[in-house]
């Protein structure tokens, strides 16, 4: 019997398939089985898959008879003959010591599950990364149980708004034998249900603060860019209905409080492609009714949400349309900004004042839109900091503004764009020549252009 069973569902990732496939593949665990399951590709993906199924016998492949992302984990979990058993998302990729880390977790704490910390990133056309860590639990939390959570998730229902990736984990066969995910056509939310059961299901979870996995998130063709989306919402939760049948008003209330949750983000990944589509409108509407009857009925309440949340949840059961109108204002705004950031470098050429989160996203957006357009970093305090970053000079600022007196300076800083500007103006730096960047790391500038 393997330790470990991993899960590959593909279906037309052939652009991705190789980075993942060699992540699995490199795992510092060796004693483990891998079952991929295509469900028809046909760009390439699976005579790929062939390739690597040649070289590794761990590999088993086989192919599905349903375009169904639940369909074919079932089948999965069916055949799996490890001790424990991971999902491993086609277009992603695993840290090496993932499965090694998790299943030491698992033996060492008897537990149902172990689940670590993942990374969303977003890969630029310069091949840099943007990241951003998606845990369970405030880090606080983490460091307060020396970087390991144990608990019995059937007690904490608010487990349901935090923990809802499935493939962060490694999940014991013979608990997963309790549990089947949607076999509901296509390859989006299946994991809710998945994950609900598992909280309703296990005697014990640990959740350790340890990162194991990159979650990608600039597949264009993925869930979250399909107008479908909201039919697959719409199909979850009938599922998820039928889950809660004889549970407490708390469970409920987490769900709905999902629901609205990932209705707004695709109304919101609908505002960002400037288009609200008509065809979606029945599967909207039905979500809508959902929740109106879940605030009708008291399931959902003004004190359990977040600041803000509640008028957006009005706004969009008076109608959603408005809640889109409200997205389209602030992208509008957001775009002009970035519209005038755009003509002032190209009439100048930039460079950048902060080499931190800011400045590196602010970078990357430029470039996304022009290329060649920033010259350099630059900073006050050059201290220990790279000679170059994302493949530029790091210039300290005086013999920045000696080198390209004419460049447009843009400043990137959260707390210090005051401090710099007055730097700049010493050094002989016109107001026409500053410009401060305020739009922040907001990766929706980046997907407009995936949509």
Partial sequence: MPK??????????????????????????????????????????????????????????????????????NLGI??????YVGIVETDDIILPDMYEILYGAAKSTKADYVKGVAEAFIETQRGENICHFIKVFPQEKYDACDGAVEMIPSKSPELVLNDFYLWSGIYRKEFMKNIRLNESAGAAYQDIGFMLQAHFKADWAVYIDRLVYRYRTDNATSSCFNKNAFRYLVQ????????????????????YYKMFRQTRERIHMMARSGEFWKEVIPDVNALAEKLKGAVKEDILKKSVFDVGEWDELTCFLEDPKK???????????KDNILRKLLE???????????????GKFCHILLESRVSGMVLAYCSSNIGNQETRIQGIEVLELGQAVRKYPNAQYIIASKFHAGEMREQLKALGMQDGQITEYTLGVDTDLLHAQML
Avoid at 7 to 24: D, T
Avoid at 243 to 249: D, F, P, S, Y
Avoid at 323 to 333: C, G, K
């Fill in 323 to 333: 809640l889109y109108d409200v997205y389209i204002e602030s992208f509008t705004t």
């Fill in 4 to 73: 470990i069973t991993v899960i590959m569902p593909s279906l037309n990732v052939a652009g991705y398939i190789r980075p993942c496939m060699e992540s699995v593949l490199a795992q510092t665990m060796q004693d483990m089985e891998i079952l991929v399951i295509d469900a028809g590709s046909e760009d390439g993906t699976w005579e790929i898959l062939q390739e690597y199924a040649a070289l590794d016998k761990r590999i088993n492949m086989m192919q599905s008879d349903r375009k169904s992302y639940g369909y074919q984990v």
């Fill in 78 to 83: 069916s055949l799996a003959r490890g001790e």
């Fill in 344 to 358: 002032e470098g190209k009439s100048r050429k930039v460079v950048i004042f902060g080499c931190g989160r800011w």
């Fill in 236 to 255: 979850e939760y009938e599922y998820v209905d039928q889950l809660l049948q004889e549970k407490n008003v708390e469970w409920y209330s987490v769900c």
